[in-house]
């Protein structure tokens, strides 16, 4: 158990992945397996040399025009200074036939996309109907781990960056998938700036109170089951 300041998702694999095998190299009666990674102390440092390097303007830049309008927001805050949180949240998961599931990546692959393009479209288009808006931002979560090394240490990389869905009456759905995947490729470019300073930049520009660019974080995360249940569980947090 680990605070999410020190410690993402792919962290916590790789210490389980390493005290297995060095479980396992014990067992018989090996030495200890001593991979070479990258410090995270490297990788703050990196960082900071990021934020007064050329890239950085040219990022601050791109989310600065990206976001000279707001979105509307999609709810009101449950929690404030005023109103702390009652309740603590609790996940939900639903589960699909696997007949389903490869209906709905047949239907992506159609269009050269992917199940994550139709999840987000899937939720863009539900809060166009049951908010009546077509200005939708979601926040999607990122490992942030440029390179092997990155990819092979332990700490917190992981970010979020805000993608922009922009709906008209005329989209059908394939049209909408494919915004969110135009806007997916994009964003990506200019991942690198974290999402606290963006908000921290457009909050300046606008000179608002809002706090966030969106109100909500779309992450999905496929968990296939074997025989004979056939189903395949999709959780969203």
Known sequence: CCH?????GTSLSLINAELSENYSRLIRKESLFEGAS??????VANDAAYLSARQCIKDQAFWLERYTALPPQLFHPLVTARMPATCL????????????FQRIEQAASLYGLSVLHF???LFACYFKRVKNVDDIVFGIPLHNRRNARQKAAVGMYASVIPVRIKL???DTFSDVMQKAAD???ICYKHQRLPVAEIHRKIKRQQNTNRTNLFDMSLSLTLIHISEPTRRTPISYA
Request: proline share 6%; no cysteine; aromatic share 12%.
């Open 4 to 8: 999410h300041i020190i410690a993402d």
């Open 38 to 43: 990258l410090s995270y102390a490297d990788f």
């Open 89 to 100: 949240p609790e996940p939900v998961t639903w589960m699909l036939e696997e007949t389903l």
């Open 119 to 121: 999840m987000y479209a």
């Open 168 to 170: 008209t009456e005329e």
């Open 183 to 185: 806007e997916l490729r």
